[in-house]
């Protein structure tokens, strides 16, 4: 998997109030790149407790799982025999970064659904989101693209009635694997999770963030992000266990 070049965006108060639902956002959420979201727990607290409204899988006829290739890689390894398989499915997509998802004409929208849910596959009414930019390290590149997928769900699939933000698994403390194969692909950006937290604020009752799951040691990464087949496992049995409490 090849690093994808940044590209330029919008400032993140321009973007927020270009972007952002009516009413306007709350005042902390449109805060400058400089300013920690209002959520302190959303940008530093690694536990299992996410932020965000709580629901449970028995909420929803079909959660849709969207990330890039190390995401199926854990979805297959296991999570589907955890959680209720009937209504789950997942589309993983080589280089299936944020700024695809971003763009509502991205043929990326078109992308095969694989294992679809028995009911209402082409309706789901939850999407889980992994969003990937390894390349981007400010508040100003991830904050429109994060807004703009929102909104895109909210017009491609009204059906959906809540949106769960997640990353790909992380090293552990997020700190960078140094000895890992592509270790800047090891850890997650600070940036990123505090955009998260913005994203949560400005759509209170539509998103939630989930844990941030971390990889039990350096040695569970492969060429980074991709795990180890135990190490897949291990996280397809945690993320499982996880969404069939929430």
């Not at 390894?77 to 209720?84: L, S, Y």
């Not at 090293?171 to 913005?198: F, H, L, T």
Request: hydrophobic letters at 40%; a negative charge.
């Amino acid at each position: 998997m090849q690093a994808e070049s940044a590209s330029a965006a919008p400032s993140a108060d321009s973007a927020a109030n270009a972007l952002a639902p009516q009413p306007s956002p709350p005042e902390d959420a449109a805060s400058s790149a400089g300013t920690a979201p209002p959520p302190p727990d959303a940008a530093t607290d690694s536990a299992a407790s996410p932020v965000g409204p709580v629901l449970t899988y028995k909420d929803f006829a079909c959660s849709w799982v969207l990330g890039i290739t190390t995401t199926g890689e854990w979805y297959r390894a296991g999570f589907e025999k955890v959680v209720d398989d009937a209504r789950w499915q997942v589309t993983h997509v080589e280089m299936g970064h944020l700024e695809k998802w971003a763009d509502p004409a991205n043929p990326i929208w078109n992308s095969p659904i694989e294992s679809p849910c028995t009911m209402n596959s082409k309706t789901p009414d939850r999407i889980v989101y992994s969003a990937v930019k390894y390349e981007w390290t400010t508040v100003d590149q991830f904050l429109p693209a994060y807004i703009a997928v929102i909104n895109n769900i909210k017009t491609k699939y009204p059906s959906v009635k809540h949106v769960d933000l997640m990353t790909y698994e992380r090293a552990p403390g997020d700190m960078e694997c140094k000895g890992a194969n592509r270790p800047y692909y090891s850890w997650i950006r600070p940036a990123q999770d505090q955009v998260a937290a913005m994203v949560q604020a400005m759509f209170p009752d539509f998103v939630t963030i989930l844990p941030k799951w971390e990889v039990q040691s350096c040695a569970d990464f492969g060429l980074c992000p991709h795990l180890s087949g135990a190490a897949n496992a291990f996280e397809a049995k945690t993320i499982g266990e996880y969404m069939l409490a929430h």
